[in-house]
């Protein structure tokens, strides 16, 4: 495709259900980050993958969190035992190269609510 | 820790008005990144920038490494510029962003 693509766009969940978002990467991209945006706020840094190593998950709130990206392109981010404070817009980027200066193509993100 | 304030939250301008947007932040960096979002969600890239001033269209983007500032301007404002401003920077070796809480734009007709 042509950019980052994220399903499911919306997402509401019963507290005590789990979640899981998808995140499709342009082609080829190296870099993948997960971003949290909670409502009239900036973004906040969940976890980064380079290729499907997770380099970096110091951003995920609680071991309720996991993510994945077997394959080095596809990335999964799982959510157990949602709560309401889950409540959020997950955004997805990636970046063509590895380090940290490429610019970054987000996704349109995947609002979750829970009740 | 890193911060990352912006200001205004919010601005109201009428049509053609110019308008600036301010950033600040509080460690060195490697880049500050201007991003557009509109209601939704999306997130569109304006400027990545390291020094100086960048120019596209009607909008503008300078920082001052040394003052650890950085405006976003936008002449001859137009209703189809409303949206969320957000300013993030990429801190010294990091590879994550670190994002402002945003500016709410409105430009009224």
């Given at each position: 495709g042509a950019g980052v693509s994220q399903s499911p766009r919306y997402k509401v969940a019963k507290r005590g259900q789990d979640v899981a978002l998808r995140c499709d990467p342009i082609s080829g991209h190296v870099s993948l980050f997960w971003y949290q945006q909670a409502l009239g706020q900036g973004p906040e840094f969940l976890t980064y993958f380079q290729n499907e190593a997770q380099l970096d998950k110091s951003g995920l709130p609680s071991d309720r969190f996991f993510a994945e990206r077997p394959e080095g392109s596809v990335s999964t981010l799982k959510i157990q035992r949602t709560q309401q404070e889950d409540s959020a817009v997950y955004l997805c980027a990636s970046t063509l190269g590895a380090s940290g200066g490429s610019e970054q193509f987000f996704g349109p993100g995947t609002r979750l609510t829970v009740l | 820790k890193n911060e990352v304030e912006q200001s205004p939250q919010n601005l109201t301008a009428q049509e053609g008005e110019f308008i600036t947007i301010n950033c600040s932040y509080s460690v060195g960096i490697s880049a500050?990144?201007?991003?557009?979002?509109?209601?939704?969600?999306?997130?569109?890239?304006?400027?990545?920038?390291?020094?100086?001033?960048?120019?596209?269209?009607?909008?503008?983007?300078?920082?001052?490494?040394?003052?650890?500032?950085?405006?976003?301007?936008?002449?001859?404002?137009?209703?189809?510029?409303?949206?969320?401003?957000?300013?993030?920077?990429?801190?010294?070796?990091a590879r994550q962003l670190t994002f402002g809480s945003g500016t709410q734009l409105t430009v009224l007709p």
């Open positions: - | 500050l990144h201007w991003l557009q979002q509109h209601p939704g969600g999306g997130i569109v890239s304006l400027f990545m920038l390291s020094s100086g001033k960048k120019k596209h269209g009607r909008l503008i983007a300078t920082i001052n490494i040394q003052e650890k500032h950085s405006s976003l301007h936008i002449t001859a404002s137009h209703p189809r510029d409303s949206a969320v401003y957000i300013c993030a920077v990429l801190a010294g070796s």
